[in-house]
């Protein structure tokens, strides 16, 4: 039941662009998207509840796509503090607990 | 408004003590979640808990681990006669209603290592 992330993990240059990937075996309810930095708390960065869904916050942006059971986060032009590993969240059903897959470690350098 | 505040944020038992993690959700917030993370490993559920009562547990060990949150003080995840495995840290995260309609707040994290 654990989603599936991939890349494991990507290393850019400051200005480029990533997409990370979460798909699930089963149907999914909603995605939910996380970002950790190194020794510090998970921090919320959207929720997609709707198939087909899109949603976006300046630079940083998802999809959700029901029929194919999977979400994807679209980095763009990334920027120095967008480092840290990306969890995604999903849910199968509504009132039910996240179940997080392993993290895509994202390394923006200089 | 305070964060959600877990302590200690440190803590070191040899085989065999008990652990004991406290975690204080943001104010108004009365449904909590703790969660466990592995070094390079995901966050994985152990217990969805509200005042006084325990949703689901479906991801708690049958043996030694153990949640409460009471009506007064912090939600408590306990761990009996702890083994070099239990070493991890431990996420408590709460929302003020159920997870699906919105964001979930985390604490730092009670990193536990086991001698």
């Known amino acids: 039941q654990q989603p599936v992330q991939s890349p494991q993990a990507v290393i850019l240059r400051e200005g480029e662009d990533a997409v990370i990937n979460c798909s699930s075996s089963?149907?999914?309810?909603?995605v939910h998207w996380y970002r950790q930095k190194h020794g510090e708390a998970p921090v919320f960065l959207m929720i997609?509840?709707?198939?087909?869904e899109q949603k976006g916050h300046e630079k940083i942006s998802a999809s959700f796509n029901e029929k194919k059971q999977q979400s994807s986060l679209y980095l763009t032009a990334s920027q120095l503090s967008y480092s840290g590993t990306y969890f995604c969240?999903?849910?199968?059903?509504?009132?039910?607990?996240?179940?997080f897959g392993k993290g895509t470690r994202l390394s923006v350098i200089a | 408004n305070a964060g959600v505040m877990q302590n200690p944020r440190h803590l070191v038992r040899r085989r065999g003590q008990e652990a004991r993690l406290r975690c204080s959700p943001m104010?108004?917030?009365?449904?909590v979640y703790w969660y466990r993370q592995l070094p390079e490993e995901g966050l994985k559920f152990m217990v969805y808990?509200?005042?006084?009562?325990?949703?689901?547990e479906s991801g708690m060990p049958k043996e030694r681990f153990s949640a409460e949150f009471p009506k007064e003080g912090p939600s408590i995840l306990r761990i009996q006669q702890v083994v070099r495995g239990d070493s991890a840290a431990y996420f408590c995260?709460?929302?003020?209603?159920?997870?699906?309609?919105?964001?979930?707040?985390f604490g730092e994290g009670s990193r536990l290592t086991v001698l």
């Open positions: 995260a709460s929302s003020p209603g159920q997870a699906n309609t919105g964001e979930l707040f």
């Open positions: 089963k149907a999914l309810y909603s």
């Open positions: 997609l509840l709707k198939g087909g």
């Open positions: 969240g999903t849910e199968i059903r509504g009132n039910t607990p996240l179940v």
């Open positions: 104010k108004g917030h009365s449904h």
């Open positions: 808990l509200q005042k006084e009562n325990i949703i689901d």
